[in-house]
């Protein structure tokens, strides 16, 4: 079955076939229910008796889709709303072979904050049987198991609300509370989710290494050898301004390093953010809190204008434009950190891989920037491409297609990634975070070559992010929930012993 990733923009337009528009012609709870159901973040398989008396939602996603990610925030409020009464259920149909197994998908539940229970629907038994056809999409079930309604793509909380006001009154038994299904509490780490890494030789702290610590909504910056010298937020969820220690933000994806601070991709929250080092305090640079998705922004008043899931940062050389990997639009956008402006860099808005005029070029999912000189590196996690943006011309070294992904070394168009997030240049070439294939590869830039460091198998969990320094590779071993430092030479990796009780705030 041809599989499609629903970005916002085609949302409009692409219509589900007739079948799937006039039901999914499932007998109740008979897909979903079963001896050999693989459930994940519960503690117990649920049973057609956990749905008596109440509503089931089914969400079908795939963990690496930003648009997947952008609708959590819709169905927290709807299980807060509704309570005993709705029942949400995860079905997760991986786009990626990276993405099917069992632990990946519950560590991606835990880092996007979800908590109820999913279901792993690594072989589409349950997508191909409601006869879905895009990530996402929810289909809505009376308390028989019978389909009300579906939705495709974002924006259709009050639409789901609405339908389920008007179903509630005809269910007639009474929803009891669902028991045992809770997970234990994750062990506390140091590190939660680390997905970004910046270097800067000069601070009011002296040299250090940012970590965008995304788990615990904070920054950390931390001497070479591990010790904390500086805590940047509180950790708790929000959007608060203020100094380091009250200031909040909702999990933090990349930063971009300035001259006396740095900006921070508030990528839950739709802001960028900026630390400044001199006054100690975070500040709102851009954005308004609410997702967006307006795509002709030009010279728009940065604080007026609504981002969408802002994945990476980078600051260029004049020191004064700021980019930002604006993911949840398939764009590139630049700051004017002067004027306080918005304005589109790269990117038509929709979702694909097309180069060309910068205005006129397809990007998907951009995740990771990486400025050098006039060229600018950036990884479209989507189409597993590591793609140029040079004077107004957007190019692509590695990928090939939405669909086309893998583990292959060589040139383009054999050279292959898997749902890359980050990347680094230096010195001719650029490391790259292959992510989904839990791997570092290495793109020489004079050679057009992609390599991969032959690291032992399972070194690596989702690395979010690559930086070259010292002769070395700092990683951000996301899942792992540590920072590896690795040396291709040797194809060796060590953990960086990070010291929380060294912080100073």
Same mark, same amino acid.
């Given at each position: 079955?041809?599989?499609?990733?629903?970005?916002?923009?085609?949302?409009?337009?692409?219509?589900?076939?007739?079948?799937?528009?006039?039901?999914?012609?499932?007998?109740?709870?008979?897909?979903?229910?079963?001896?050999?159901?693989?459930?994940?973040?519960?503690?117990?398989?649920?049973?057609?008796?956990?749905?008596?008396?109440? !509503?089931?939602?089914?969400?079908?996603?795939?963990?690496?889709?930003?648009?997947?990610?952008?609708?959590?925030?819709?169905?927290?409020?709807?299980?807060?709303?509704?309570?005993?009464?709705? +029942?949400?259920?995860?079905?997760?149909? /991986?786009?990626?072979?990276?993405?099917?197994?069992?632990?990946?998908?519950?560590?991606?539940?835990?880092?996007?904050?979800?908590?109820?229970?999913?279901?792993?629907?690594?072989?589409?038994?349950?997508?191909?049987?409601?006869?879905?056809?895009?990530?996402?999409?929810?289909?809505?079930?009376?308390?028989?198991?019978?389909? !009300?309604?579906?939705?495709?793509?974002?924006?259709?909380?009050?639409?789901?609300? /609405?339908?389920?006001?008007?179903?509630?009154?005809?269910?007639?038994?009474?929803?009891?509370?669902?028991?045992?299904?809770?997970?234990?509490?994750?062990?506390?780490?140091?590190?939660?989710?680390?997905?970004?890494?910046?270097?800067?030789?000069?601070?009011?702290?002296?040299?250090? +290494?940012?970590?965008?610590?995304?788990?615990?909504?904070?920054? +950390?910056?931390?001497?070479?050898?591990?010790?904390?010298?500086?805590?940047?937020?509180?950790?708790?969820?929000?959007?608060?301004?203020?100094?380091?220690?009250?200031?909040?933000?909702?999990?933090?994806?990349?930063?971009?390093?300035?001259?006396?601070?740095?900006?921070?991709?508030?990528?839950?929250?739709?802001?960028?953010?900026?630390?400044?080092?001199?006054?100690?305090?975070?500040?709102? /640079?851009?954005?308004?809190?609410?997702?967006?998705?307006?795509?002709?922004?030009?010279?728009?008043?940065?604080?007026?204008?609504?981002?969408?899931?802002?994945?990476?940062?980078?600051?260029?050389?004049?020191?004064?434009?700021?980019?930002?990997?604006?993911?949840?639009?398939?764009?590139?956008?630049?700051?004017?950190?002067?004027?306080?402006?918005?304005?589109?860099?790269?990117?038509?808005?929709?979702?694909?891989?097309?180069?060309?005029? /910068?205005?006129?070029?397809?990007?998907?999912?951009?995740?990771?920037?990486?400025?050098?000189?006039?060229?600018?590196?950036?990884?479209?996690?989507?189409?597993?491409?590591?793609?140029?943006?040079?004077?107004?011309?957007?190019?692509? +070294?590695?990928?090939?297609?939405?669909?086309?992904?893998?583990?292959?070394?060589?040139?383009?168009?054999?050279?292959?990634?898997?749902?890359?997030?980050? !990347?680094?240049?230096?010195?001719?070439?650029?490391?790259?975070?292959?992510?989904?294939?839990?791997?570092?590869?290495?793109?020489?830039?004079?050679?057009?070559?992609?390599?991969?460091?032959?690291?032992?198998?399972?070194?690596?969990?989702?690395?979010?992010?690559? !930086?070259?320094?010292?002769?070395?590779?700092?990683?951000?071993?996301?899942?792992?929930?540590?920072?590896?430092?690795?040396?291709?030479?040797?194809?060796?990796?060590?953990?960086?012993?990070?010291?929380?009780?060294?912080?100073?705030?």
């Amino acid at each position: 079955m041809h599989r499609i990733l629903l970005s916002f923009v085609i949302a409009a337009f692409l219509l589900l076939p007739a079948a799937a528009r006039a039901g999914s012609g499932v007998d109740g709870y008979s897909v979903l229910f079963t001896p050999t159901t693989p459930w994940i973040n519960t503690a117990r398989p649920l049973t057609a008796d956990d749905a008596k008396g109440r !509503l089931v939602l089914l969400d079908f996603w795939t963990y690496g889709c930003i648009n997947c990610m952008q609708i959590v925030p819709d169905l927290k409020a709807l299980e807060a709303k509704y309570g005993d009464k709705l +029942l949400v259920i995860g079905v997760h149909s /991986a786009k990626f072979a990276g993405e099917r197994g069992d632990e990946r998908i519950a560590a991606a539940a835990k880092r996007f904050g979800i908590t109820h229970a999913v279901i792993n629907d690594a072989k589409f038994d349950v997508w191909d049987a409601y006869n879905v056809n895009a990530w996402p999409t929810q289909i809505l079930l009376d308390d028989h198991g019978l389909e !009300l309604n579906r939705y495709a793509g974002e924006g259709h909380r009050e639409e789901i609300a /609405a339908d389920i006001d008007r179903a509630l009154p005809n269910i007639a038994t009474t929803a009891a509370p669902i028991a045992g299904v809770k997970m234990a509490a994750a062990q506390k780490t140091t590190l939660s989710f680390p997905g970004r890494l910046g270097f800067a030789p000069e601070t009011p702290w002296g040299e250090l +290494l940012f970590i965008d610590d995304s788990g615990h909504n904070r920054l +950390l910056g931390v001497t070479l050898k591990g010790d904390i010298k500086v805590t940047i937020g509180s950790g708790a969820e929000g959007r608060k301004d203020g100094d380091f220690a009250s200031a909040t933000f909702n999990h933090p994806r990349g930063f971009g390093l300035a001259k006396d601070g740095l900006y921070v991709a508030d990528t839950a929250n739709h802001l960028v953010r900026y630390v400044d080092f001199k006054t100690k305090t975070v500040s709102t /640079a851009a954005g308004t809190g609410l997702q967006g998705s307006d795509r002709r922004v030009n010279n728009d008043a940065a604080l007026e204008t609504a981002l969408a899931s802002p994945w990476d940062v980078k600051m260029l050389a004049d020191n004064r434009t700021l980019l930002i990997a604006m993911a949840g639009l398939h764009q590139i956008w630049q700051l004017d950190t002067v004027k306080k402006t918005l304005s589109v860099a790269a990117g038509s808005g929709k979702e694909d891989i097309k180069d060309g005029d /910068a205005d006129d070029a397809a990007l998907a999912q951009p995740s990771g920037l990486s400025p050098d000189g006039n060229t600018v590196y950036f990884v479209d996690a989507e189409s597993s491409a590591l793609r140029t943006l040079k004077f107004g011309q957007v190019g692509t +070294l590695v990928g090939t297609g939405l669909f086309d992904f893998g583990r292959v070394d060589g040139s383009y168009p054999k050279a292959l990634l898997q749902h890359a997030q980050g !990347l680094d240049v230096n010195a001719g070439r650029i490391a790259v975070a292959d992510t989904y294939n839990n791997a570092v590869r290495l793109y020489d830039l004079k050679s057009s070559q992609l390599s991969t460091v032959a690291l032992k198998e399972g070194t690596l969990e989702e690395p979010g992010d690559v !930086l070259q320094l010292n002769g070395k590779i700092y990683v951000a071993d996301t899942n792992h929930n540590r920072i590896a430092i690795v040396d291709d030479k040797t194809a060796t990796a060590e953990t960086l012993d990070i010291k929380e009780a060294a912080a100073k705030k």
